[in-house]
T-cell receptor, first 115, second 113 residues
Framework: GAGVSQSPSNKVTEKGKDVELRCDPISGHTALYWYRQSLGQGLEFLIYFQGNSAPDKSGLPSDRFSAERTGGSVSTLTIQRTQQEDSAVYLC?????????????FGSGTRLTVV | KNQVEQSPQSLIILEGKNCTLQ??????????LRWYKQDTGRGPVSLTI?????NTKSNGRYTATLDADTKQSSLHITASQLSDSASYIC????????????FGAGTRLTVKP
């Protein structure tokens, strides 16, 4: 597509439920990144994919968080047993190469609210 | 402690006025610094990217400066417009060819008529 597409744009879930967030990167972009943005905070790196593999998972805050990417395209971020502190905007970005210098294109994000 | 600090946290200016946003960082070694604009409900959009050897870069009414010695950057907005109302985020990359980037919390700019 023309841009990075994320769905849903908004998600309200009950504490303890699992959620799946989807990211559809720009066609041909090999690198894909997930970030979390809490209110008033900077973006927090979660995970980076190069193709279907994730060479850097260092930012995942707990084992309740996991992500996968299939076909070198769409990625899904899964949060199990959601907690209130998981409430944030989850942003996905993709880039043409796995090099930050070339800059990212961000999606509009998924606003997750855990009640 | 966040390695990228931005100031002010928020700013209100009148349409047509200029403003300057600040970014101080402690990230080292430093590869490049970027400024992003994030409209409400949207993802960040890149405004400028500067390597350690660049002192200034412009993008229309936006001009970014960088002093790698003092680890400071600024974003100057000239002749502000209502559409400039957004959050401006400073991002510092730790290495070239690496996804280790540190994000500031942003400055929330509001331009009023």
């Amino acid at each position: 597509g023309a841009g990075v597409s994320q769905s849903p744009s908004n998600k309200v879930t009950e504490k303890g439920k699992d959620v799946e967030l989807r990211c559809d990167p720009i066609s041909g972009h090999t690198a894909l990144y997930w970030y979390r943005q809490s209110l008033g905070q900077g973006l927090e790196f979660l995970i980076y994919f190069q193709g279907n593999s994730a060479p850097d998972k260092s930012g995942l805050p707990s084992d309740r968080f996991s992500a996968e990417r299939t076909g070198g395209s769409v990625s899904t971020l899964t949060i199990q047993r959601t907690q209130q502190e998981d409430s944030a905007v989850y942003l996905c970005a993709s880039s043409l190469q796995g090099q930050g210098f070339y800059g990212y294109t961000f999606g509009s994000g998924t606003r997750l609210t855990v009640v | 402690k966040n390695q990228v600090e931005q100031s002010p946290q928020s700013l209100i200016i009148l349409e047509g006025k200029n403003c300057t946003l600040q970014c101080n960082y402690t990230v080292s070694p430093f590869s490049n610094l970027r400024w992003y604009k994030q409209d409400t409900g949207r993802g960040p959009v890149s405004l400028t990217i500067m390597t350690f050897s660049e002192n200034t870069k412009s993008n229309g009414r936006y001009t970014a400066t960088l002093d790698a010695d003092t680890k400071q950057s600024s974003l100057h907005i000239t002749a502000s417009q209502l559409s400039d109302s957004a959050s401006y985020i400073c991002v510092v990359a730790k290495y070239y060819n690496n996804n280790d980037m540190r994000f500031g919390a942003g400055t929330r700019l509001t331009v009023k008529p």
